[in-house]
């Protein structure tokens, strides 16, 4: 099975920052992965597919670089509404779909 | 706009079968090349894929749960379904169905969720 590394499990930040979260896949994993943000009690909502595409009617500060077995998710100017836990995913031909652990972003 | 909700029992028994159904509004279930999935998340924790459908009928399962997963899809009713056998305290979370346009490719519609508790 491809294990999947999310760091860090939790942040702090300011408003204005950058933040940065990374997901390591344990074999390449092409750009099967994508990023998913989750409110409390809401479903994930997909923001970055293929590793860095950004779905339709996501806001462009959100973006996704990387290939193979190392990945970034980055928002380039952290707002108040982007508090949520951020969730990297990959898909191998197992097939077999398997989520990161999770990054809980909160406002310093 | 297509929309997507779980519905089914909020308790179930340990030794059970937890069933539960997605029903697909704003477009036809077979009208495109999509898969449909279920994913569920414990409380407090993260999420874990358990398997998917296509439109067709093929079915593919997360491995460590193959042996109690049964997904189906009736497409007359615009809907899809999950059993989950054997249940036990362990499968106790919020139940997600999604929509994926291609094996492979991300979630890109998600029901609201249920929750299913599994309690004596």
Known sequence: DIQMTQSPSSLSASVGDRVTITCQASQDISNYLNWYQQKPG???????????????GVPSRFSGSGSGTDFTFTISSLQPEDIATYYCQQYDNLPMYTFGQGTKLEIK | QLQLQESGPGLVKPS???????????????????????????????????GSIYYSGSTYYN?????????????????????????TAADTAVYYCARHPELGDAFDIWGQGTMVTVSS
Do not use: M
């Open chain 1, 42 to 56: 809401k479903a994930p909502k997909l923001l970055i597919y293929d590793a860095s595409n950004l779905e339709t």
């Open chain 2, 16 to 50: 059970e079968t937890l069933s539960l159904t997605c029903t697909v509004s704003g477009g036809s279930i077979s009208s495109s090349s999509y898969y449909w999935g279920w994913i569920r998340q414990p409380p407090g924790k993260g999420l874990e894929w358990i």
């Open chain 2, 63 to 87: 491995p460590s749960l193959k042996s109690r997963v049964t997904i189906s899809v009736d497409t007359s009713k615009n809907q899809f379904s999950l059993k989950l056998s054997s249940v």
